[in-house]
């Protein structure tokens, strides 16, 4: 196992954990305003003295890679990879969607055969979303979806989807299918990162420290625009 540095800037909330062999051993979580470059550095400052107190080497560093805020990945991203650098780490890079599942299905009984649906708000009625199996499988990629009564009724007339994220509650009036379900409170969190990381530092999934880059909204739209030519 490994002790890893997680960060998570992706959204209004701003949060840094670390994890040891599975164990949750420091969490600092802060909410309501997107102040994380003035947050962030202190938050991870005081991550690595706890560790280096407690002589805990790192073996990696994980970070939210999007998509989302587009200051607040560039903000963690830029932290994981000074880290990574100043300490000779790995990086890590896990998927905001994907994590955004990790806390439900901890915490809520998510049936067998059921959809996970998490949603970033974009505007209006535009979320970011994707869909998982329960093992987070995906069953469809990141979309930038306008959600209308028809936008997941393919799936909603199979069985049952949960939605959840910052996206989720202003669209379940549109969406008002029998089969959807609203999961409220769900955050994107760094704590909610360690089995995600964990099976990646096993499976060596690394990122290259010098070139990577987080998966920006605005790169999504401009992909998807180009698809559209």
Not at 22 to 33: L, N, T, Y
Not at 144 to 162: C, F, I, N, Q, R
Request: with cysteine.
């Amino acid at each position: 196992m490994a002790c890893i540095l997680h960060i998570e800037t992706s959204t209004n909330v701003c949060s840094v954990a670390v994890s040891e062999n599975g164990q949750c051993i420091f969490d600092q979580v802060e909410r309501g305003s997107m102040s994380h470059a003035e947050k962030l550095g202190t938050m991870v400052d005081e991550a690595l003295s706890f560790t280096d107190n407690h002589a805990i080497p790192f073996d990696a560093v994980a970070v939210s890679c999007g998509p989302g805020s587009y200051t607040g990945l560039r903000i963690g991203v830029s932290m994981a990879k000074g880290v990574c650098y100043g300490r000779d780490l790995k990086l890590i890079s896990i998927p905001t969607l994907e994590l955004l599942c990790v806390g439900p299905l901890l915490g809520e009984k998510v049936e067998e055969g059921a959809l996970l649906c998490p949603m970033l708000d974009a505007r209006r009625m535009e979320v970011y979303a994707a869909l998982y199996k329960r093992s987070l499988k995906p069953v469809r990629s990141v979309g930038a979806d306008v959600v209308s009564a028809d936008t997941y009724k393919e799936w909603l007339d199979k069985g049952h989807v949960y939605f959840f994220g910052n996206g989720a509650a202003k669209c379940m009036d549109v969406i008002a299918h029998p089969n959807a379900h609203l999961i409220e409170g769900v955050e994107p969190l760094a704590k909610w990162m360690m089995p995600l990381a964990e099976r990646r530092f096993l499976q060596e999934q690394f990122e290259d420290v010098a070139y990577f880059e987080p998966f920006y909204l605005k790169d999504f739209v401009a992909k998807a625009s180009k698809k559209l030519l």
